[in-house]
T-cell receptor, first 110, second 112 residues
Framework: GQQLNQSPQSMFIQEGEDVSMNCTSS?????WLWYKQDPGEGPVLLIA?????ELTSNGRLTAQFGITRKDSFLNISASIPSDVGIYFC??????????FGAGTRLTVKP | EAQVTQNPRYLITVTGKKLTVTCSQN?????MSWYRQDPGLGLRQIYY???????DKGDVPEGYKVSRKEKRNFPLILESPSPNQTSLYFC???????????FGEGSRLTVL
């Protein structure tokens, strides 16, 4: 299947720092999505991107759909302890199938 | 409250003993899907369904079956579970195939 390369695999940061993670693929996609999974729960959608070059914000979160349609990044500004969790990028593949990255595990030290 | 409900949340079973994980959504979503989550591999799609009586294989369908007899329910069936199916399973639903999924809380399955 199509491969999504998500990096970094894990991050340990201090509260208040900014965070950046990204996802790349060798294939073109029309939709990029970012999800967050809190410990012991199911993933929750953070941001959905539908247009190449699109830059979308959701509070302290900002995500961009790469202009080549092969990548996306997610930034978190001024991190807080509740930002802890696993962040997944995802693409809608072939309009039916979904592919997820392996995830970025974020730890925030108070 | 809009939700996706999975049962059981935790299950320990033995190799070969058939089991079913139920999934129900109350949002009238057409699209439903099942994923398994394993360390370092992220979420991998097992099966999905675009609507009642329409199901398709995802990335890792081997060893699993599904059915979609009603819009709200999408059970995952393991006819003869094996230890390599030990995993955390998630059901999800959405309007159409936008990719904007609502996930259940997960079902942790251990096959001995």
């Amino acid at each position: 299947g199509q491969q999504l390369n998500q990096s970094p695999q894990s991050m340990f940061i201090q509260e208040g720092e900014d965070v950046s993670m990204n996802c790349t693929s060798s294939s073109i996609f029309n939709t990029w999505l970012w999800y967050k999974q809190d410990p012991g729960e199911g993933p929750v959608l953070l941001i959905a991107l539908y247009k190449a070059g699109e830059l979308t914000s959701n509070g302290r979160l900002t995500a961009q759909f790469g202009i080549t349609r092969k990548d996306s990044f997610l930034n978190i500004s001024a991190s807080i302890p509740s930002d802890v969790g696993i962040y997944f990028c995802a693409v809608s593949y072939n309009n039916n199938d979904m592919r997820f990255g392996a995830g970025t595990r974020l730890t925030v030290k108070p | 409250e809009a939700q996706v409900t999975q049962n059981p949340r935790y299950l320990i079973t033995v190799t070969g003993k058939k089991l079913t994980v139920t999934c129900s959504q109350n949002m009238n979503h057409e699209y439903m899907s099942w994923y398994r989550q394993d360390p370092g591999l992220g979420l991998r799609q097992i099966y999905y369904s675009m609507n009642v009586e329409v199901t398709d294989k995802g990335d890792v369908p081997e060893g699993y079956k599904v059915s979609r007899k009603e819009k709200r329910n999408f059970p995952l069936i393991l006819e003869s579970p094996s230890p390599n199916q030990t995993s955390l399973y998630f059901c999800a639903s959405s309007w159409g195939n936008t990719g904007e999924l609502f996930f259940g809380e997960g079902s942790r399955l251990t096959v001995l």
